[in-house]
């Protein structure tokens, strides 16, 4: 079945430390993969994506994230983050035979700590 | 562009009342889709488009729901009669082959059912 997880509900994080959010997909198909950020009371905005070729892919907002084949993964990645991340992130994977739909993980809320 | 255009950004209304909601995509784009956001349920799609014909309604809660594309400009999503339990945020969004399937959401539309 596809599916798309994201393990974590809630990551706290210091203002300034290093951010990883983790994301594993089960897809039959070469997956394309998605990561969006929903602010308080906004919609979903698209942080970064990869369709092939490099496997580290570089975002807005200063996020990357990797894909790893043989883990199934697409890590989200941040160095430095800063208060205005506080949000919530979703993983979504589709591809191109996948009739446009994406599978779509829960979200990790993330929470920023003065 | 401007976007994905949703109206209103607000409803409050009483059980049993009609409600609609709209959907204006992003010119150019031939698939769109609707969501329903819940804290319980997160993010269900419930129905999407391609080219104005319905694909997939299999996410549409119950017959109170439904939804049209009559042109490629503008979608309706109407619940009728609505409950409580609807209340929600609904977005749309839409989407290209061109853009390798990224969708690109609207603001959301906070239903609220009393």
């Known amino acids: 079945a596809q599916s798309v997880t994201q393990p974590d509900i809630h990551i706290t994080v210091s203002e300034g430390a290093s951010l990883e959010l983790r994301c594993n997909y089960s897809y039959g198909a070469t997956p394309y993969l998605f990561w969006y950020v929903q602010s308080p009371g906004q919609g979903l905005q698209l942080l970064l994506k990869?369709?092939?070729?490099d496997t580290l892919v570089q975002g807005i907002k200063g996020f990357e994230a990797e894909f790893k084949r043989s883990q199934s993964s697409f890590n989200l990645r941040k160095p430095s983050v800063h208060w205005s991340d506080a949000a919530e992130y979703f993983c979504a994977v589709g591809s191109w035979d996948s009739n446009y739909q994406l599978i779509w993980g829960a979200g990790t809320k993330l929470i920023i700590k003065p | 562009d401007a976007g994905v255009i949703q109206s209103p950004r607000h409803e409050v209304t009483e059980m049993g009342q009609e409600v609609t909601l709209r959907c204006k995509p992003i010119s150019g784009h031939n698939s769109l889709f609707w969501y329903r956001q819940t804290m319980m349920r997160g993010l269900e799609l419930l129905i999407y488009?391609?080219?104005?014909?319905?694909?997939?309604d299999s996410g549409m809660p119950e017959d109170r729901f439904s939804a049209k594309m009559p042109n490629a400009s503008f979608s309706t999503l109407k619940i009728q009669p609505s409950e409580p339990r609807d209340s929600a945020v609904y977005f749309c969004?839409?989407?290209?082959?061109?853009?390798?399937?990224?969708?690109?959401f609207g603001p959301g539309t906070r239903l609220t059912v009393t």
């Open positions: 990869y369709f092939s070729g």
């Open positions: 488009f391609n080219n104005n014909v319905p694909i997939d």
């Open positions: 969004a839409s989407s290209t082959k061109d853009r390798s399937v990224e969708q690109y």
